[in-house]
């Protein structure tokens, strides 16, 4: 697992001469980040990213006796993994892998009182070709499969069912 880290980790070592970026450090830090920040928020990039998303929410079970809402917990894996295919043209896979689900629900032998269950949920994994901005500008577009696993190790996590369908973004 550590060496898995150290690799997503990794990145290219150099050295600058320090005379070059006098004046100019500040301007071109803030200039980078601010690319590196349109890239990532960016559903086509070029740029490969790895993120966790952790969701909290209320719902209610649906139970008349019941006292109140309850809390439902998710954490999601969600790296987008662009590969260039030509000069213009990506193939863009964004995996979403529930990684923990805690879904309150009503109890089989009781349904008026609630239980719990924590388990991984289904995977869903998108894919888009999508057009480099030399072709298309400022528009970001994209057209592919999106697909459900059901890799839910619950019957309250999982809908137990394999899906596929067409997936197609068009944005300015």
Do not use: C, Y
Request: net charge negative; proline share 10%; no cysteine.
């Amino acid at each position: 697992m550590f060496w898995l880290v150290a690799i997503l980790f990794a990145g290219p070592i150099r050295a600058e001469d320090p005379a070059s970026l006098e004046g100019s450090e500040e301007k071109a830090e803030k200039g980078d980040l601010t690319e590196i920040n349109k890239q990532l928020t960016n559903p086509v990039s070029e740029l490969w990213s790895i993120t966790f998303q952790q969701n909290n929410f209320r719902i209610s079970p649906g139970i008349p006796f019941d006292q109140g809402e309850r809390w439902s917990s998710n954490l999601l894996f969600q790296p987008v993994l662009p590969i260039a295919l030509t000069p213009n043209w990506n193939l863009i896979t964004r995996p979403v892998i529930p990684l923990f689900v805690s879904q309150p629900h009503p109890q089989a032998d009781d349904p008026t009182h609630i239980d719990r269950t924590t388990a991984f949920g289904d995977i869903t994994l998108l894919q888009l070709l999508s057009p480099s901005p030399k072709l298309v500008g400022n528009w970001l577009l994209g057209v592919g499969p999106s697909w459900i696993f059901p890799a839910g190790t619950s019957m309250w996590t999982s809908n137990g069912k394999w899906q596929v369908g067409p997936a197609v973004l068009a944005a300015l």
